[in-house]
């Protein structure tokens, strides 16, 4: 299975959302992300129990499906500064 176009414009949105500053917070990148995900594994007729908050061995993660955790971090921008600086590091 390939990723969907949808899925991938759903996160170019969340990206351009970021870059707007209409997300910018931890929590708020986490549910947007999340029901991206949700969406696109109920299109592939999968039913996923998303679980928030979840205590594994050290620590909490911030959310899990199935056996795949998730942990976000607030999110940072300017991202073409970021991918700038990526590309400085990588051509070393």
């Known amino acids: 299975?390939?990723?969907?176009t949808e899925l991938t414009k759903r996160v170019t949105d969340i990206i351009g959302r970021i870059d707007?500053?209409?997300i910018v917070t931890e929590g708020e990148l986490e549910r947007n992300f999340l029901n991206i995900i949700e969406k696109e594994?109920?299109?592939?007729?999968?039913?996923p129990v998303i679980?928030?908050?979840r205590k594994?061995?050290?620590g909490r993660s911030d959310?899990?499906?199935?056996?795949l955790v998730f942990e976000f971090k607030k999110p940072i921008r300017p991202?073409?500064?970021?991918l700038a600086k990526k590309k400085q590091i990588t051509a070393t």
């Open 1 to 4: 299975m390939s990723i969907s």
């Open 20 to 22: 707007q500053r209409a």
């Open 41 to 47: 594994l109920k299109a592939r007729g999968l039913s």
């Open 51 to 53: 679980e928030q908050q």
């Open 56 to 58: 594994i061995i050290r």
């Open 63 to 67: 959310a899990r499906i199935g056996g």
């Open 79 to 82: 991202l073409p500064e970021l």
